[in-house]
């Protein structure tokens, strides 16, 4: 494989949230765009336009945690870190992210639980009637888009001895 396409494809993988969390979201506002429009000046409300904005959202949350968890941008209570060393900070923070990812890896196999229920019992949304699983599918997804993000933050951390997250606890 060449340069470029590994280069490509680590460029693809380090922005997947990005790249699906965008059309999404454009999506989203465009869908309700056209449904504000038609209820209030036709009269008419588009009756699949809330259902499927619905799931829209719910996995634009689910894929956005992963990216928000690569930002560092989640919250997180820092106040005990400004006593620790800088290693003290490093080991403190991979202890964290170590309980996070056993308590993402937990969310994961519910969730996953969770959708085959829904699989089996074949449930459908009532507009569009779209499997309920596909729904109940972004929930393991986003913990797993998280969990790599998380585990990438400590590799980064850990062989590099710094990260944005030390850097914004400083």
């Given amino acids: 494989m060449s340069a470029q396409i590994k280069t490509g494809l680590w460029r693809v993988f380090n922005n997947m949230e990005s790249f699906t969390a965008i059309p999404m979201q454009v999506g989203l506002v465009f869908i309700l765009t056209i449904n504000m429009f038609y209820r209030y000046f036709i009269g008419y409300s588009v009756p699949w336009a809330e259902e499927i904005s619905r799931f829209i959202f719910i996995a634009l949350v689910y894929i956005s945690v992963g990216y928000a968890s ?12 400004s006593l620790l060393s800088k290693k003290g900070k490093i080991i403190l923070l991979t202890i964290a992210d170590s309980i996070w990812v056993v308590y993402n890896l937990v969310i994961i196999i519910k969730g996953f639980q969770m959708m085959h229920e829904m699989f089996t019992f074949k449930f459908n949304s009532p507009v569009l009637n779209i499997p309920m699983y596909i729904s109940y599918a972004f929930i393991p997804l986003g913990f797993i888009f998280m969990t790599i993000r998380v585990i990438q933050n400590m590799i980064r951390r850990i ?3 710094e990260s944005e997250e030390t850097a914004l606890i400083d």
């Fill in 70 to 81: 690569i930002k560092n941008r989640h919250i997180r209570i820092t106040m005990q870190f």
């Fill in 159 to 161: 062989l590099l001895g």
